[in-house]
């Protein structure tokens, strides 16, 4: 009896099981993330931020190169994004921290749309 309920449940909730625990090292990697990205929105330590966050995304890119195409770029193009936002803090170069800035929070947004998922206000899984 409690056999066949089980299996019931299973079949009815595919999308339960197919989401998965973040390790407590990816969790650090985005909180560290969206540290950083609050500190370069206002304009605090932007250049050290920016070369921290190309550092954090390369380690979380070593993470997804192997299980998603959108994680490997994604990441990647974080990178590249973080270092022009670092070159453009030092320069004093406005344009340039705004068109970084801009595309960082594209690979942000483009990574969390195809592998975040809300469960709570405060809890995600990687999907
Ligand atoms: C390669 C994919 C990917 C990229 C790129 C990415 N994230 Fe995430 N992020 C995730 C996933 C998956 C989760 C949910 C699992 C988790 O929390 O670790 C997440 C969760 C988060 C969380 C919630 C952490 C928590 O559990 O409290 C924050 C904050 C965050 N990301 C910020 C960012 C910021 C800011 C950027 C860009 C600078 C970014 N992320 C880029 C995949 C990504």
């Known amino acids: 009896m409690h056999g066949i309920l089980a299996v019931a449940v299973l079949a009815l909730s595919p999308s339960l099981f197919a989401a998965e625990d973040p390790s407590p090292q990816h969790i650090q990697w985005m909180k560290e993330q969206g540290e950083l990205s609050g500190k370069i929105r206002k304009g605090v330590d932007v250049e050290a931020s ?3 966050m190309a550092a954090v995304f390369k380690e979380v890119e070593g993470f997804w190169a192997k299980r998603s195409a959108v994680g ?22 406005q344009a340039g921290i705004a068109a970084a800035s801009k595309q960082i929070g594209g690979t942000c947004r483009t990574c969390h749309e195809a ?6 206000d405060t809890e995600y899984k990687i999907r």
């Open 50 to 52: 920016a070369k921290r």
């Open 72 to 93: 490997a770029s994604t990441t990647r193009e974080g990178q590249t994004a973080a270092l022009a936002l670092a070159k453009a803090a030092a320069a004093g170069d």
């Open 115 to 120: 592998h975040r998922e809300k469960i709570s």
